[in-house]
């Protein structure tokens, strides 16, 4: 079998018989006012962190969730736009899909305000998901992108890039390497179905995003969620791997090249009360301002006796400038 076939039968055994913990460390759901998520939700919970950030959802946003799990997500997106199909679900796996639908009729009978409707669950997969060009407003995905092979990886970065609406959001939860893992195990079919051994480096990954055409990329979180030990994995040294959320806007690449934010500021120390690199960039006298990594670089290397840059936080949201 290819490792797609190895991860599909892998999901169909799980979304018959949920493993409570499988994939990566189970991410404790957004909690919502209003919102009860049923326990078979819970159990199927297989992601990494979340791709739901209530800042991205105003203006009852159209979805395109891919790789629906057992609908947990999907849930929380039809909560900000409560409408019928608003929220798309992809999943090349029937029991998966049938899983989830049965799960979101629960949730219908557990939640005044949700019903079915809301969620539209359709075959498909990540290579060539079943809507128009230019056609949603945010593509979602949690722990499945980084079990592909890079090859593939572009191809389905490139696909979300293709059916989002100029300005769009491509939000992400995916494992991180912190050094490249050893080819024994990314060539192990098993434990990159269980999203253990697929994950690429920080670097590579945020590559891929930006070679796709995304211009913006905006971290929301990064922190350790499992660790290779050196016997198990029959490694040299233990492998942290880390879960990474961002948010990349199909928004066009500038000629200096795509903004990245990590947390980033900039803190002007001069003697002026402003300073103006006549790029865009104002920095108040004392004031830390959020910076992408990029024009954080600039302004070291041209003014780096009146501007202090601070390190990345790994977590951003909004503001600033890039």
Known sequence: MTYLETAAQFYR???ETPQ??????QSTPLQLPGLNIPNQMQEMNYGCGTTVHAAELSNQPTV??????????ALQFAYFSRRPGAVIAVDPVAAMREAAARNL???AQENPWFETSFVEIRAGDAFK???DDASVD??????????????DLSIALQEAYRVLKPGG????????????????????EQLRAMCLSGALTYEEYTARIIDAGFGQVEVRSRRPY??????TYNLDEHLLLESLDSVSFKVPIPEDGACIFTGKTAIYTGNQPIFDDNAGHILQRGIPAAVCDKTATKLASIVPKDVIVTNSTWYYDGGGCC
Not at 20 to 25: A, M, R, T, Y
């Open 20 to 25: 409570v913990g499988l994939c990566c460390v």
């Open 129 to 131: 998901l079943p809507v």
């Open 226 to 231: 499992r660790l290779l030990d050196s016997h």
């Open 13 to 15: 055994e799980v979304a």
């Open 138 to 151: 945010v593509v979602a995905q949690n722990c499945l992108f980084n079990i592909f092979e890079p090859a």
């Open 169 to 188: 959001r491509l939000q992400m939860s995916d494992p991180i390497a912190t050094r490249p893992i050893p080819a024994h195990l990314q060539q192990d």
């Open 64 to 73: 395109l969730y891919v790789g629906v799990g057992g609908g947990l997500e």
């Open 105 to 107: 009729q629960i949730a």
